[in-house]
């Protein structure tokens, strides 16, 4: 339901106020509720809408309807919780507040910041302007997963370039994911001879977990895509049709490369939040800063964290995210009991790397790359069993499991005795 929960100059205090509502603050807040029904949870969120953003590449693979991956999100909010409909401003943990930008303030005994990251569209000069027309697109937005899916499917030669910015991102195989699903129809209609593909990545390895770069790299030799690390886009004119690099040369000078291109697949860089970056909460690279394994912040012990605003240095995914959830709600209710913290989190994240239409290598792996499979399987092998894992069950458990607080294969960890 919604509220207004307080007026300028009268502060309503609730037991847990949850700052964003995506996957994170709505499936913490469902799982809150489940174990105990009698807490007043305000969540502050201003979208009318929620996503399923996983299915975005899908979308641009044309593989999934994009209208599959949208709500209301009055259908997704928790019944028993207060929606605070506007955007968090400022946080001031030592008062115990959160500050909105229509004025308001909302008082907490707990607080849980979880408002996601933002696409620093702006970053890349030029972009903005040509983002949607002109041959350039990205799987990271709505309303343009579908246009990477024409621009696609439209190709029939040419340059087709994908770009990948300096880490954290959300979901740090998108980038490739996207090349891997073009090429692939591109393959299959016979036209991949004729279009010169190219993978600009800012870092220095395809992936972060090595134990799955051999696969990787047959894939991309598979397609015949030309790698090029170290480079990163700055700028594109669109209406020339040219993407600009910044690119590291032998001697660790940087240099500027124009490129030419009939598709262009942007992945922009990506920050922390405003609301987050210039509070106290924040570490020293704007995020919000937690114990590893208890996600509560090291000098707050009522505020958590969870999801991509996150400090924790895990693959920023929504599977991340369903294992958090977990430690954070049994956390939070231990300290609001004065009981010592039961649950551990152990960095576990997965990326279902979409490798060709029908086949997945499914990524799961935890703290310093450690590989966490679901499964007693091989999980550097693509398999079509993992394809209908992420383009069936995985939607299905998101809208009807992880948003109702329903915590299937999500357990969290206990400290040893």
Not at 171 to 189: E, I, M, R, V
Not at 288 to 311: K, M, N, Q, S
């Amino acid at each position: 339901m919604s509220t207004n929960a307080a007026s300028s100059g009268n502060t309503e205090t609730f037991d847990v106020v949850v700052i964003g509502g995506g996957a994170a603050g709505i499936g913490v807040t469902a799982s809150l509720l489940r174990r105990r029904p009698g807490l007043r949870i305000a969540i502050v969120e201003p979208a009318e809408r929620h996503f399923y953003q996983p299915a975005w590449t899908l979308v641009g693979g044309g593989a999934f309807d994009i209208d599959d991956t949208v709500r209301p999100m009055s259908s997704v909010m928790p019944r028993q919780a207060h929606w605070i409909q506007a955007s968090a401003s400022a946080i001031e943990p030592q008062q115990h507040c959160v500050r909105l930008a229509d004025g308001r303030t909302v008082g907490y005994r707990s607080l849980i910041v979880c408002p996601g990251l933002r696409l620093a569209w702006e970053k890349i000069e030029g972009l903005e302007e040509t983002l949607g027309k002109n041959g350039v697109t990205s799987n990271y937005r709505f309303d343009l997963a579908p246009y990477t899916w024409k621009l696609v499917s439209e190709l029939k030669n040419g340059k087709a370039i994908f770009t990948q910015p300096a880490m954290p991102i959300k979901c740090a195989g998108a980038p490739q994911k996207a090349l891997y699903l073009s090429c692939d129809h591109w393959l299959k209609t016979r036209v991949l001879g004729q279009i010169d593909v190219e993978f600009n990545l800012a870092g220095d390895v395809l992936f972060g977990v090595a134990a799955f770069v051999p696969s990787l790299t047959k894939y991309m030799e598979r397609y015949h895509a030309a790698l090029a690390f170290g480079s990163n886009l700055v700028s594109v004119d669109g209406a020339r049709k040219v993407a600009t690099f910044s690119v590291k040369d032998a001697a660790g000078g940087v240099v500027r490369i124009e490129k030419p291109f009939d598709m262009l697949h942007v992945v922009p860089p990506q920050l922390p939040p405003d609301v987050v970056s210039k509070s106290e909460l924040a570490d020293k690279a704007g995020w919000c800063e937690v114990d590893h394994a208890t996600l509560v912040h090291p000098r707050y012990p009522d505020v958590f964290a969870l999801g991509d605003a996150c400090a924790a240095p895990n693959a920023k995914t929504a599977a991340a995210v369903r294992k958090q959830i977990v430690v954070v709600a049994e956390n939070l209710l231990a300290t609001i009991d004065g009981n010592p913290l039961p649950a551990r989190y152990d960095g576990y994240g997965a990326c279902p790397l979409t490798v060709e239409k029908g086949k997945v290598v499914l990524a799961e792996f935890g703290y310093g790359g450690k590989l966490l499979p679901t499964f007693p399987l091989d999980p550097t092998v693509p398999r079509a069993l993992a394809w209908h894992l992420k383009t069936g069950v995985l939607p299905w458990l998101y809208w009807n499991g992880m948003l109702k607080g329903r915590e299937w294969l999500a357990g969290s960890t206990r400290p040893q005795a």
